[in-house]
């Protein structure tokens, strides 16, 4: 694959073309927003340079991978003769069922499509479209070019040669793909992203605890311990007698807090009020941009540091 064109510049999509800039490919952008095109450009501009500070751009300066974008005036000309496109259309299922059906007939016969949707089954948006075979999901969790993890979830018709050439592709970019054997709501992050949430907003309304507390059980805790390695792996490492161990003792804990779990609650109005004034109260909206900013400068950070160590304990 040479030649990738990126349908949708939001911000999913302006990330995007930054992690395939890098790796070396050439990349056409297109939105039917212009503004949005403009938005994306100045985004990669400013992020790869940040990243180059950190010496997180790979050797390269910010300049080669600015040269490697180029823009396209209509979804034809950009994807006419990609050999991948990534689509980061909204995440509103007319939306995307209506770009499909626009935008297959463009494509080469030999490319393929990678969604970037955060839920919606590939099917319900790709059965009616030419080489649906050729259409899977290829999600990554938000922002791309600092989070590696990618989820690829086929279609029940895609060709698991297609689900094979997304996994090489995404490596060669030096994310990390993980692989869903079917379809499934939400698919594998936003499924256990879901349930912890869950559980923090009936917490929180139960009067149990604040946002606050929440947070800091997370980042001071549980965030300590995922950060490098898994939940299964943790558990495996808190026994002396490994994962077989840990579930002998503390299962019947567990299945006893899974039984208080098993009413799901919708998330009210009045709660999420309330979550989003403490939320206001930490960070005010006229410096939320800020923050990101700033979480964004910490996840590089992290980033960098996880790598050192990892190889210095590999």
Known sequence: MKKIALVGCGLVGGSWSLVFARAGFSVTLYDPSPASIDIALQFVKKSSAALAEMDLLRGQKPEDIAARLKTAGSLEEAVHDADYVQESSP???PIKQALYKEMAPLIKPDAMIGSSTSGLPPSSFTEDVPNRERC??????????????VELVPAPWTLPS?????????????????RLNREVTGFIVNRLQGAILNEAFRLVEDGVCSAADIDAAMTEGLGLRWFFIGPFENIDLNAQGGLADYCAKLAPMNYAIAKEQVDPRKWTDVLLAD???????????????????????CLALFIRMKSNILKENS
Request: hydrophobic share 40%.
């Open 91 to 93: 995440e509103r299922l």
């Open 275 to 297: 979550v989003h004034d403490q939320m206001r109260q930490r960070t005010p909206m006229e410096q939320l941009d800020k923050r990101k900013a700033w979480r964004d400068r």
């Open 136 to 149: 899977m999901v290829v999600h990554p969790l938000n922002p791309p070019h600092l989070i590696p993890l």
């Open 162 to 178: 297609i689900v094979d050439t997304a996994e090489a592709l995404m490596r060669q970019l030096g994310q990390v793909p993980i």
